[in-house]
């Protein structure tokens, strides 16, 4: 069923990627009540692996918020599944969490954490302002550079 959101990644030029199957002992979604609990979503674009490498050694900021965005592209796929097909059930983007592979003096996480922070405002709206963390790691798994996980309430 289409509905306002999917009009609305239409108009952002999104099409949602079928949800990648986990890559170890864990599944990529937990629906608790009303809240989906979405597992870290990497940074997997057409199918291959995009934005490998540290944040202030070799990639610059820019390409972090990049990587975000493509992050919070998944973590929407991996709604939308939870979701039945609906991402109109959404009601709020709780929090998001941001992992950043980045050098040990690099310090603007949170500028790289946007570009998945941005997305949900742009699709959700004001139901898209949510908590957050945005943290360095010194690597992050299969050399990427960002990996952002999400807490949704839907109705």
Same mark, same amino acid.
């Given at each position: ?11 952002? &030029? ?6 990648? =199957?986990? =890559? ?8 608790? #009540? ?5 597992? %870290?979503?990497?940074?997997?674009? %057409? ?5 490998? #490498?540290?944040?202030?050694? &070799?990639? %610059?900021?820019?390409? &972090? ?5 493509? /992050?919070?592209?998944?973590?929407? =796929?991996?709604?939308?599944?939870? /979701? %039945? #097909? ?15 592979? /980045?050098?040990p003096d690099f310090t603007d996480q949170p500028k790289v954490i946007n570009g998945a922070s941005d997305l949900m405002v742009e699709v959700f709206g004001d139901a898209g ?6 943290? #360095? ?19």
């Amino acid at each position: 069923m289409s509905g306002t959101v999917d009009k609305r990644l239409s108009e952002l &030029g999104i099409d949602l990627p079928e949800p990648s =199957a986990p =890559a170890a002992n864990y599944i990529p979604y937990v629906v608790s #009540g009303n809240l989906i609990f979405v597992s %870290g979503q990497i940074t997997m674009s %057409g199918g291959e692996l995009k934005y490998l #490498g540290k944040i202030g050694d &070799g990639l %610059g900021i820019d390409d &972090g918020y990049q990587a975000a965005r493509i /992050c919070a592209i998944n973590l929407l =796929a991996q709604v939308k599944v939870a /979701c %039945g #097909g609906d991402l109109d059930r959404v009601k709020q983007v709780v929090k998001l969490g941001g992992f950043v592979n /980045c050098a040990p003096d690099f310090t603007d996480q949170p500028k790289v954490i946007n570009g998945a922070s941005d997305l949900m405002v742009e699709v959700f709206g004001d139901a898209g302002k949510h908590a957050r963390f945005a943290v #360095g790691a010194p690597s992050l798994p299969l050399g990427i550079a960002v990996e952002v996980d999400g807490i949704f309430q839907i109705d």
